[in-house]
């Protein structure tokens, strides 16, 4: 039986509800000023593996790193003296600050696709801020709608959509804005505008002067596809091996195949995508570091969070 979850007024109650589902791993929906967002606990893999499979993105896009306060932000993030203008003129608020990973940064190397960079955001909105502050953990939304559909404005289309994949639902009216958050990367001296959102240019640039294009790969303005570096192993991956050389490393998934590779980790002894996903980038990142000519990476099935899983690789595969 599919059990929907229904919306709930967000009282004193059901708030710390949530936020105990929150810090469970378990998925909760809850209101910003911008859209209603799909909220998971940053820090827990397992959990945003469960939120990209409910979302059905076939990638796993950077998710956006909700906080309380500013405490709570310096904690996952380097603010450096633009980024902290920023925050300071536009937090709680509609603005998204892309800056590099504080050092020790707890946030799941899933929720942010492997990148050395982490998207922040205050909300301005109590309920979002409540519920964060209330499960003492920053918490990982992307909008609430499954991948390919417009974003939600109100609980009802949360719940309609993406009722039946989450914990609890928080209702809290109408979202004011309607348009998601200002996305603004912040790279040593340059602000660079990687979505428009919410806030305009002009209100960034009279804070933080002049703002910078996206660049791709070859310093040309990025398409709005590429506009997330992703992060690319230095080794060479070889991937579907059904056999490891022993100059290799092997990223194993279910029964490893034969051979005696330099070093070996198991994305999922069981088979599990679920658990793979939340290994994923946190494995590549140590056989990378292993001495060795290649990763051979054994095959892993196209379905559910595969796809995705897959898709990664594919591009870390690709030099
Ligand atoms: O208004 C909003 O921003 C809503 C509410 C729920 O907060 N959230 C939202 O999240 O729109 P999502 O996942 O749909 O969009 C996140 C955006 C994507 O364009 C993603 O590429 C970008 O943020 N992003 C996240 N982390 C990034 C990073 N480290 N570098 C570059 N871009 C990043
Ligand atoms: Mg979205």
């Not at 909760?28 to 940053?42: I, K, N, R, S």
């Not at 009722?163 to 928080?170: E, Q, R, S």
């Not at 009279?206 to 506009?227: C, R």
Request: aromatic share 4%.
């Amino acid at each position: 039986m599919i059990s929907r979850a229904v919306s709930v007024d967000p009282t004193d109650d059901n708030l710390d509800l949530a936020a105990e589902r929150i810090r469970a791993g378990a998925l909760v929906c809850f209101p910003t000023e911008t859209v209603y967002g799909l909220g998971a606990d940053a820090t827990n893999d397992v959990a945003i593996a469960a939120l990209y499979e409910a979302k059905g993105r076939p990638r796993f896009n950077p998710l956006i790193i909700h906080v309380a306060d500013m405490a709570q932000a310096l904690e996952i993030g380097d603010f450096n003296e633009t980024a902290l203008k920023l925050a300071a003129a536009f937090w709680p608020g509609a603005l998204t600050l892309v800056v590099p990973r504080a050092a020790g940064c707890p946030v799941s190397l899933l929720a942010g696709a492997g990148l050395d960079t982490i998207a922040i955001r205050l909300p301005g909105h109590d309920v979002a801020r409540s519920l964060i502050a209330r499960a003492g953990v920053p918490i990982a939304a992307p909008s609430a709608n499954p991948s390919g559909r417009i974003s939600p404005t109100h609980a009802a289309h949360v719940a309609a959509e993406l009722g039946d994949k989450v914990a609890m639902i928080l209702d809290g009216g109408p979202c004011r804005s309607g348009v998601e958050s200002t996305v603004v990367q912040i790279a040593d001296d340059k602000v660079v505008v990687l979505r428009p959102g919410a806030i305009a240019r002009e209100d960034i640039e009279k804070v933080a002067g002049p703002t910078a294009l996206p660049m791709g790969d070859e310093g040309t303005p990025a398409s709005p596809g590429m506009l997330s570096r992703h992060y690319a192993p230095d080794h060479r991956l070889r991937m579907n091996a059904r056999n490891v050389q022993a100059d290799e490393a092997l990223l194993a998934f279910g029964p490893p195949c034969p051979g005696e590779p330099v070093a070996a980790l198991n994305l999922s002894p069981s088979g599990n995508l679920k658990e793979a996903a939340a290994n994923l980038f946190a494995y590549l990142r140590e056989l990378d570091k292993v001495d060795c000519r290649a990763i051979a990476v054994m095959a892993i099935p196209e379905d559910g969070l595969g796809e995705a899983i897959n898709d990664r690789l594919r591009r870390a595969a690709f030099r």
